[in-house]
Protein backbone atom coordinates (compact mmCIF):
# COMPACT_ATOMS: atom_id res chain seq x y z
CA UNK A 1 0.00 0.00 0.00
CA UNK A 2 1.28 3.23 -0.92
CA UNK A 3 -0.01 6.36 1.56
CA UNK A 4 0.55 10.45 1.52
CA UNK A 5 2.40 11.41 4.31
CA UNK A 6 0.73 14.90 5.99
CA UNK A 7 2.82 16.60 8.27
CA UNK A 8 1.83 19.02 10.87
CA UNK A 9 3.22 22.69 11.15
CA UNK A 10 4.24 21.54 15.26
CA UNK A 11 5.63 18.26 14.11
CA UNK A 12 8.08 20.09 11.10
CA UNK A 13 9.06 22.48 13.04
CA UNK A 14 9.52 21.61 16.64
CA UNK A 15 9.02 17.97 16.79
CA UNK A 16 10.22 16.35 13.52
CA UNK A 17 11.36 13.34 15.48
CA UNK A 18 7.46 12.31 15.39
CA UNK A 19 7.22 12.30 11.78
CA UNK A 20 10.32 10.41 11.31
CA UNK A 21 8.99 8.00 13.84
CA UNK A 22 5.28 8.32 11.76
CA UNK A 23 7.58 6.60 8.66
CA UNK A 24 9.43 3.42 10.76
CA UNK A 25 5.74 2.67 11.48
CA UNK A 26 4.00 2.45 8.59
CA UNK A 27 7.37 0.72 6.72
CA UNK A 28 7.15 -1.62 9.38
CA UNK A 29 3.56 -2.50 8.73
CA UNK A 30 4.34 -2.91 5.00
CA UNK A 31 3.12 0.51 4.06
CA UNK A 32 5.30 2.81 1.40
CA UNK A 33 5.41 6.41 2.17
CA UNK A 34 5.43 9.44 0.01
CA UNK A 35 6.40 12.43 1.54
CA UNK A 36 4.91 15.57 -0.95
CA UNK A 37 7.44 18.20 -0.51
CA UNK A 38 4.81 21.16 -2.22
CA UNK A 39 2.42 20.71 1.04
CA UNK A 40 1.81 23.54 3.58
CA UNK A 41 -0.39 23.82 6.62
CA UNK A 42 -3.79 21.91 6.43
CA UNK A 43 -4.74 26.08 7.61
CA UNK A 44 -6.21 24.99 11.11
CA UNK A 45 -4.62 27.88 12.69
CA UNK A 46 -6.70 30.66 10.60
CA UNK A 47 -9.76 29.16 10.44
CA UNK A 48 -9.81 28.29 14.36
CA UNK A 49 -8.86 31.87 15.05
CA UNK A 50 -11.89 33.03 12.53
CA UNK A 51 -9.77 34.11 9.50
CA UNK A 52 -11.54 31.86 6.94
CA UNK A 53 -10.17 33.64 4.05
CA UNK A 54 -6.68 33.15 5.06
CA UNK A 55 -7.01 28.99 5.53
CA UNK A 56 -9.32 28.62 2.34
CA UNK A 57 -6.41 28.57 0.03
CA UNK A 58 -4.22 26.13 2.43
CA UNK A 59 -7.21 24.22 2.15
CA UNK A 60 -7.03 24.12 -1.66
CA UNK A 61 -3.40 23.57 -1.77
CA UNK A 62 -3.92 20.66 0.49
CA UNK A 63 -6.32 19.22 -2.38
CA UNK A 64 -4.42 19.95 -4.78
CA UNK A 65 -1.37 18.21 -3.10
CA UNK A 66 -2.84 15.05 -1.79
CA UNK A 67 -6.23 14.27 -4.42
CA UNK A 68 -3.60 11.88 -5.95
CA UNK A 69 -3.19 9.56 -3.38
CA UNK A 70 -5.74 6.52 -2.29
CA UNK A 71 -5.18 7.38 1.26
CA UNK A 72 -3.09 10.02 3.32
CA UNK A 73 -1.77 9.48 6.64
CA UNK A 74 -1.43 12.02 9.61
CA UNK A 75 0.15 12.10 13.22
CA UNK A 76 -2.39 14.66 14.08
CA UNK A 77 -5.89 14.46 15.20
CA UNK A 78 -6.97 17.78 14.67
CA UNK A 79 -5.00 18.42 11.38
CA UNK A 80 -6.84 15.40 10.34
CA UNK A 81 -9.92 16.44 11.71
CA UNK A 82 -9.52 19.96 10.24
CA UNK A 83 -9.67 18.30 6.27
CA UNK A 84 -12.33 15.98 7.41
CA UNK A 85 -15.01 18.00 8.88
CA UNK A 86 -13.86 21.68 8.28
CA UNK A 87 -12.95 22.02 4.22
CA UNK A 88 -16.90 21.88 2.81
CA UNK A 89 -16.91 25.05 4.59
CA UNK A 90 -14.08 26.25 3.28
CA UNK A 91 -13.41 25.36 -0.01
CA UNK A 92 -17.37 24.14 -0.71
CA UNK A 93 -17.78 22.22 -3.87
CA UNK A 94 -14.11 22.23 -4.96
CA UNK A 95 -13.37 19.27 -6.75
CA UNK A 96 -11.34 16.31 -5.31
CA UNK A 97 -12.86 17.32 -1.80
CA UNK A 98 -14.71 14.79 -0.97
CA UNK A 99 -12.57 12.20 -2.48
CA UNK A 100 -9.19 13.87 -0.07
CA UNK A 101 -12.05 13.93 2.92
CA UNK A 102 -12.40 10.45 2.69
CA UNK A 103 -8.87 9.00 2.10
CA UNK A 104 -7.40 11.09 5.21
CA UNK A 105 -6.51 8.95 8.26
CA UNK A 106 -5.25 10.03 11.65
CA UNK A 107 -1.78 7.27 12.16
CA UNK A 108 -3.59 5.11 14.65
CA UNK A 109 -7.63 5.35 12.69
CA UNK A 110 -5.18 3.91 9.60
CA UNK A 111 -3.91 1.32 11.34
CA UNK A 112 -6.51 0.08 13.01
CA UNK A 113 -9.47 1.04 10.17
CA UNK A 114 -7.27 0.72 7.13
CA UNK A 115 -4.46 -1.84 7.61
CA UNK A 116 -6.91 -3.74 10.19
CA UNK A 117 -4.02 -4.17 12.46
CA UNK A 118 -5.33 -5.04 15.67
CA UNK A 119 -2.43 -6.50 17.74
CA UNK A 120 1.12 -4.98 17.03
CA UNK A 121 4.46 -6.78 17.33
CA UNK A 122 6.70 -5.11 20.14
CA UNK A 123 7.73 -4.43 23.67
CA UNK A 124 7.31 -1.35 26.28
CA UNK A 125 8.14 -2.08 29.50
CA UNK A 126 6.32 1.12 30.47
CA UNK A 127 3.30 2.51 32.89
CA UNK A 128 1.99 4.69 30.00
CA UNK A 129 -1.27 7.49 30.34
CA UNK A 130 -3.25 8.25 27.73
CA UNK A 131 -4.06 11.52 26.39
CA UNK A 132 -7.13 11.62 24.60
CA UNK A 133 -6.80 14.86 22.69
CA UNK A 134 -10.10 16.67 21.68
CA UNK A 135 -10.48 16.60 17.94
CA UNK A 136 -9.58 13.47 18.22
CA UNK A 137 -11.84 11.48 20.62
CA UNK A 138 -14.85 14.22 19.65
CA UNK A 139 -14.37 14.70 15.75
CA UNK A 140 -13.07 11.56 14.53
CA UNK A 141 -14.36 9.23 17.33
CA UNK A 142 -10.61 7.57 17.77
CA UNK A 143 -12.69 6.61 21.27
CA UNK A 144 -15.92 7.04 23.18
CA UNK A 145 -16.98 10.07 25.02
CA UNK A 146 -17.59 9.87 28.81
CA UNK A 147 -20.75 11.95 27.96
CA UNK A 148 -22.21 9.54 25.59
CA UNK A 149 -24.04 6.43 26.20
CA UNK A 150 -22.19 3.94 24.37
CA UNK A 151 -19.67 1.14 24.68
CA UNK A 152 -16.13 2.19 25.93
CA UNK A 153 -13.34 1.74 23.11
CA UNK A 154 -10.36 3.45 22.10
CA UNK A 155 -8.94 2.76 18.90
CA UNK A 156 -5.20 4.52 20.41
CA UNK A 157 -5.46 2.17 23.74
CA UNK A 158 -5.97 -1.02 21.89
CA UNK A 159 -2.82 -0.51 19.71
CA UNK A 160 -1.08 0.55 22.86
CA UNK A 161 -2.08 -2.24 24.94
CA UNK A 162 -1.15 -4.73 22.59
CA UNK A 163 2.26 -4.26 23.07
CA UNK A 164 4.28 -6.39 25.23
CA UNK A 165 4.78 -5.05 28.83
CA UNK A 166 3.34 -2.10 28.62
CA UNK A 167 0.88 -1.37 31.30
CA UNK A 168 -1.74 1.69 30.81
CA UNK A 169 -2.75 3.64 33.68
CA UNK A 170 -6.15 4.32 35.06
CA UNK A 171 -7.20 7.59 34.65
CA UNK A 172 -10.03 9.78 37.04
CA UNK A 173 -10.77 12.03 34.58
CA UNK A 174 -10.21 10.48 30.98
CA UNK A 175 -11.36 12.75 28.29
CA UNK A 176 -11.03 15.89 29.96
CA UNK A 177 -9.50 18.72 27.44
CA UNK A 178 -5.63 20.07 28.60
CA UNK A 179 -6.28 23.10 27.78
CA UNK A 180 -4.07 23.78 24.92
CA UNK A 181 -6.74 24.54 22.29
CA UNK A 182 -4.44 26.81 20.26
CA UNK A 183 -5.11 30.53 20.79
CA UNK A 184 -7.16 29.56 23.49
CA UNK A 185 -3.65 29.06 25.28
CA UNK A 186 -2.63 32.81 24.40
CA UNK A 187 -5.63 34.36 25.12
CA UNK A 188 -6.83 32.46 28.27
CA UNK A 189 -3.39 31.65 29.75
CA UNK A 190 -4.59 31.51 33.27
CA UNK A 191 -7.83 28.86 32.28
CA UNK A 192 -5.17 26.84 30.07
CA UNK A 193 -2.78 26.42 32.34
CA UNK A 194 -4.88 25.39 35.21
CA UNK A 195 -6.99 22.85 32.89
CA UNK A 196 -3.54 21.48 32.04
CA UNK A 197 -2.14 21.23 35.65
CA UNK A 198 -5.25 19.60 36.43
CA UNK A 199 -4.62 17.04 33.57
CA UNK A 200 -0.69 16.49 35.07
CA UNK A 201 -1.93 15.77 38.38
CA UNK A 202 -4.62 13.21 36.99
CA UNK A 203 -1.33 11.64 35.27
CA UNK A 204 0.71 11.26 38.35
CA UNK A 205 -1.77 9.89 40.99
CA UNK A 206 -2.26 7.05 38.06
CA UNK A 207 1.27 6.33 38.95
CA UNK A 208 2.73 7.31 34.54
CA UNK A 209 5.57 7.38 33.70
CA UNK A 210 5.16 8.29 30.23
CA UNK A 211 2.25 10.22 29.06
CA UNK A 212 1.71 9.59 25.34
CA UNK A 213 -1.47 11.54 22.63
CA UNK A 214 -2.30 11.91 18.87
CA UNK A 215 -1.24 15.11 19.03
CA UNK A 216 2.15 16.88 19.72
CA UNK A 217 0.63 20.56 20.84
CA UNK A 218 -1.42 18.87 23.53
CA UNK A 219 1.77 17.07 24.46
CA UNK A 220 3.89 20.13 24.35
CA UNK A 221 1.40 22.12 26.51
CA UNK A 222 1.85 19.73 29.21
CA UNK A 223 5.21 18.75 29.04
CA UNK A 224 5.70 22.67 29.67
CA UNK A 225 3.44 22.89 32.64
CA UNK A 226 5.27 19.40 33.66
CA UNK A 227 8.93 20.97 33.46
CA UNK A 228 8.35 23.83 35.42
CA UNK A 229 6.62 22.04 38.12
CA UNK A 230 9.72 19.58 37.72
CA UNK A 231 7.12 16.64 37.73
CA UNK A 232 8.75 13.21 36.75
CA UNK A 233 6.88 12.80 33.58
CA UNK A 234 7.95 12.12 30.35
CA UNK A 235 5.85 13.43 27.10
CA UNK A 236 5.97 10.97 24.27
CA UNK A 237 3.91 11.26 20.91
CA UNK A 238 1.76 7.81 19.93
CA UNK A 239 4.11 7.45 16.86
CA UNK A 240 7.37 7.51 19.18
CA UNK A 241 5.79 4.81 22.01
CA UNK A 242 4.99 2.86 18.84
CA UNK A 243 8.32 3.00 16.96
CA UNK A 244 10.18 1.99 19.75
CA UNK A 245 8.23 -0.82 20.61
CA UNK A 246 8.51 -1.84 17.15
CA UNK A 247 12.38 -1.19 16.45
Do not use: W
Amino acid sequence: MRVGLFIPCYVDQLYPRVGLATVRVLERLGVEVVYPEAQTCCGQPMANAGFAGDAAPLARRFVEVFRGFEHVVCPSGSCTSMVRNHYDALVPGLPGLEAVKGSTYELCEFITDVLKVGRLAGRYPRKVALHQSCHGLRELRLGSASERMEARYSKVASLLSSLEGIELVTLQRADECCGFGGTFAVVEEAVSCGMGRDRIADHLQAGAEVVTATDVSCLMHLDGLARRARQPLQFRHVAEVLAEAMA
